[in-house]
């Protein structure tokens, strides 16, 4: 009796398909624990390892450094735009509490919640002293 010469080559597509399901539901388990880490500890772990506060201050004190992790990208490093607003006299037309309620909650395409808690009053205040 010959053998079908199809068969192993079924078999391997079979088992192929049936592995790539399995580690997708693996995966799906792993995916709110990766963005409970990227999302709190991360952002710390990050600022605190590459932290240039002065004295041993946290990188909470500058608002500079979380402002150029966090905002630089679409504000500019020099606040003067790009894909977000120019910054540079943001204080002459909003003040701390107009600002923290952008950072809380977006506007236009910026996510909402880049920043939170002390950070985001941090950058606040230091963006309402641009006028």
Request: aromatic fraction near 4%; charge should be negative.
């Amino acid at each position: 009796m010959k053998r079908n010469p199809v068969i192993p080559y079924a078999l391997i597509a079979v088992l192929g398909i049936t592995l790539m399901i399995i580690l997708s539901f693996v995966g799906l388990n792993q995916v709110d624990k990766v963005q409970e880490g990227h999302g709190e500890g991360g952002e710390q772990q990050q600022e605190e390892g590459g932290g240039e506060g002065e004295g041993g201050e946290s990188s909470s004190a500058n608002p500079e450094q979380i402002f150029k992790n966090n905002c630089a990208s679409c504000h500019g490093s020099d606040l003067s735009g790009g894909a977000g607003p120019n910054l540079q006299k943001v204080g002459s037309k909003l003040n701390v509490e107009d600002i923290k309620g952008i950072i809380t909650n977006g506007k236009g395409s910026m996510p909402p919640n880049l920043i939170q808690g002390e950070k985001k009053t941090a950058v606040a205040n230091w963006l309402a002293e641009k006028k």
